[in-house]
């Protein structure tokens, strides 16, 4: 893939990555087809829709569910959110958590 192409999708995408992994992500874009890394990179979830989603049915782990991880979002459910305590932290750490979970799913393509 071109330099051009990889920074076009790397803007289009940076704020789904954690910002210290885009040099990494750069390398590995090099090596895939244009139309195969934009298929990967459309899929990322957005960290800002988790963050609504946790804000207004977080506490029924339906922000896990959202960003794959739907053991902690079956316990969170089961818990009510860990009797909110639960749900008022990840408020705060879904974002990352979600920009964490778009990393690996690229690391693996």
């Given at each position: 893939?071109?330099?051009?192409?990889?920074?076009?999708?790397?803007?289009?995408?940076?704020?789904?990555?954690?910002?210290?992994?885009?040099?990494?992500?750069?390398?590995?874009?090099?090596?895939?087809?244009?139309?195969?890394?934009?298929?990967?990179?459309?899929?990322?979830?957005?960290?800002?829709?988790?963050?609504?989603?946790?804000?207004?049915?977080?506490?029924?782990?339906?922000?896990?569910?959202?960003?794959?991880?739907?053991?902690?979002?079956?316990?969170?459910?089961?818990?009510?959110?860990?009797?909110?305590?639960?749900?008022?932290?990840?408020?705060?750490l879904i974002m990352d958590a979600t920009k964490k979970?778009?990393?690996?799913?690229?690391?693996?393509?």
């Amino acid at each position: 893939m071109e330099k051009g192409q990889i920074d076009q999708l790397l803007a289009m995408h940076s704020t789904k990555l954690p910002f210290e992994s885009l040099s990494i992500v750069k390398k590995k874009l090099e090596n895939i087809e244009y139309e195969t890394a934009a298929i990967y990179m459309s899929q990322l979830k957005d960290p800002t829709i988790s963050l609504i989603i946790s804000v207004i049915v977080g506490v029924y782990g339906v922000d896990r569910f959202y960003i794959g991880d739907v053991g902690l979002g079956v316990a969170k459910l089961l818990t009510c959110g860990g009797a909110g305590i639960w749900w008022l932290v990840d408020i705060f750490l879904i974002m990352d958590a979600t920009k964490k979970k778009n990393y690996e799913m690229l690391m693996m393509m």
